[in-house]
């Protein structure tokens, strides 16, 4: 299996950016795609972003579309997140996962294997 551990959160002000990161140990990160996940205080845990294997396949869902960027370094076993123009709703913890169905690019929580702890990223107004 993969072990996933994020980070890059903080606390940012309303218009800010913030780069996130997920760390990926174990299988060949390359074996995965990956994706981004959100859950806020009080609401269920939702879809972000997704990405390929490859690095292409780029999946946004529609809040984030033009401010958000999935990118990721499979020399460096990474997964990145960049966040501009951030806003008070984007507050929540932000969560990375992998997907061993590789096929394309999926957005459901239920069709990802392994999931890292969360990094808070708080917007402030």
């Known amino acids: 299996q993969v072990q996933l551990v994020e980070s890059g959160g903080g606390l940012v002000q309303a218009g800010g950016s913030l780069r996130l990161s997920c760390a990926a140990s174990?299988?060949?990160?390359?074996?995965?795609?990956m994706g981004w996940f959100r859950q806020a205080q009080g609401k269920e845990r939702e879809f972000v972003a997704a990405?390929?294997?490859?690095?292409?396949?780029?999946n946004y869902e529609d809040s984030v579309k033009g401010r958000f960027t999935i990118s990721r370094d499979n020399a460096k076993n990474t997964l990145y997140l960049q966040m501009n123009s951030l806003k008070p709703e984007d507050t929540a913890v932000y969560y990375c996962?992998?997907?061993?169905?590789?096929?394309?690019?999926?957005?459901?929580?239920?069709?990802?294997?392994?999931w890292g702890q969360g990094t808070q990223v708080t917007v402030s107004s």
């Open positions: 996962a992998a997907d061993r169905w590789t096929a394309w690019v999926r957005r459901g929580l239920s069709e990802y294997a392994y």
């Open positions: 174990g299988r060949t990160f390359s074996n995965y795609n």
């Open positions: 990405i390929s294997w490859s690095g292409g396949s780029p």
